[in-house]
């Protein structure tokens, strides 16, 4: 793929990822006036409050927070965020977690204590704007009595590698934390709270984003036993895990909150960032360059490699099929990948491999798949670049597609080719974006 080629997949990417930065969607949101403060939406009398605390995880939780003490300042009692290694940055009045993504660590676990004890010593006249985004379900970790740390790594290592999506993996989460689902807002009641999230899950719902730290949670321990079982890996758990989940389905220890409880009579819930702006600003951006741009689907799940077929037979239909040209096909979502290969890569690198062997030979057709917060599962590009020729140029390099793709290897066979993506954290994080172009 050409330079010029890149630079455009690059700008309008770069475009859309600007139109859900996490520092402007709080400040738009936290605004501060004469005896009030707004949080989305909802008025807080400043004179009736005593203390407040701001409180966030996830991988946009440094912008989401540097907006809040931009906003607050000195109003700020206490608070404390954690997010991923390298996403962070300097902060006057709140504390900062780094910790690991996306299979937890124990700096997880002290951030979270941290703050789940902010929250806890808050009081009836007291106000917690609770800040999360993508990323705070492994970052903001804080197993239930009964499981350890280890428990939950194992755990979450057997979820990510089943090909389990966000809401198969955040329900089981809920089911195996001391903090997230509701279970924040029962720790912080009777404070008033107010919370702020960048969603990174399908249909924008409270309670999935962050696995609900303060969202009352419809799913119970039955659903997460047959998430595990529908994966495969319930017999693979550990001892302590199958205990509680039995205990759970049973009715021997009690349920995550639930809609109606007291606990989130003062809670305010709402979305501020999601991945539909993304896709509407990259459709504009490839209008204003010359393109016959659109949102082609923004539900897009599954397997990345089926996807991406599927992606590849729409872009060669639209370039056979009579659509005016150029066009930028824009997609967006999240899929999955089950881990049956040794290799490294991410959802986003496989399903650009697997789009490049789909339309291998054909020209015209140039992609682009990545993730909004600059990542793609353990690696330090968001993506990579597909074309055509890309399946070719491989083989020349003596390196076969098909088999990397295969291995799940796809981050080491784009590398080899110069095409992977790579930006850096990005300050957001709002799924993944597709953007094809079609000469």
Do not use: W
């Not at 109003?75 to 991923?84: E, N, P, S, Y």
């Not at 970790?141 to 590698?161: H, N, S, Y």
């Not at 107010?194 to 719902?205: E, F, N, P, R, W």
Request: glycine share 12%; net charge negative; hydrophobic share 40%.
């Amino acid at each position: 793929m050409d330079k010029d080629t890149k630079d455009t997949l690059t700008q309008i990417y770069m475009s859309a990822v600007a139109a859900v930065d996490s520092y402007s969607a709080v400040k738009d949101n936290l605004v501060l006036g004469p005896g009030a403060l707004v949080v989305g939406g909802t008025r807080y009398s400043l004179p009736d409050i005593r203390n407040i605390y701001v409180l966030g995880a996830g991988k946009a939780a440094y912008g989401m927070a540097r907006a809040a003490e931009e906003v607050l300042g000195e109003l700020i009692t206490d608070g404390a965020v954690v997010t991923k290694d390298g996403h962070g940055g300097p902060l006057e009045f709140i504390e900062l977690y780094e910790a690991s993504h996306p299979v937890p660590d124990g700096r997880g676990v002290d951030a979270a204590t941290r703050i789940l004890e902010l929250a806890a010593g808050a009081g009836e006249d007291d106000l917690v704007i609770c800040l999360f985004s993508g990323g705070a379900s492994a970052l903001m970790t804080l197993p239930a009595e009964g499981i350890t740390l280890a428990d939950k790594q194992a755990v979450t290592r057997l979820l990510l590698a089943s090909g389990a999506d966000i809401g198969e993996v955040n329900c089981v989460r809920k089911h195996l934390s001391a903090i997230k689902g509701g279970r924040l807002a029962e720790a912080a009641y009777p404070a008033r709270v107010a919370t702020l999230l960048i969603s990174d899950v399908l249909g924008d719902d409270i309670g999935t984003i962050a696995s609900g730290p303060t969202a009352p949670d419809d799913t119970t321990y039955i659903q997460a036993k047959e998430i595990l079982l529908m994966r495969g890996v319930l017999d693979r758990l550990p001892e302590s895990v199958r205990e509680m989940l039995e205990k759970g389905c049973n009715g021997d220890i009690p349920e995550t909150p639930k809609p109606g409880f007291e606990s989130f009579g003062r809670v305010s819930n709402l979305a501020v960032a999601f991945n539909m702006a993304a896709l509407k600003k990259a459709e504009e951006t490839a209008g204003l360059l010359g393109y016959n741009a659109a949102i082609l689907d923004d539900g897009i799940t599954g397997e990345a490699r089926d996807a991406a077929a599927r992606l590849a037979d729409e872009a060669v239909r639209c370039r056979t099929g009579g659509v005016k040209t150029p066009a930028c096909l824009i997609v967006g979502g999240e899929t999955t990948v089950t881990i049956k290969g040794g290799g490294k890569g991410g959802r986003n690198q496989e399903a650009a491999l697997a789009f490049a062997i789909k339309i291998q030979g054909i020209p015209g057709v140039y992609a682009l798949f990545a993730g909004t917060d600059g990542t793609d599962g353990p690696t330090d590009a968001a993506g990579a670049f597909a074309s055509g020729q890309t399946v070719s140029r491989g083989t020349k390099a003596g390196l076969d597609a098909q088999a990397s793709l295969m291995d799940n290897d796809s981050y080491r066979f784009f590398k080899a080719m110069d095409d992977l993506f790579i930006t850096g954290p990005t300050g957001t994080n709002v799924m993944d974006i597709g953007i094809i172009l079609i000469s």
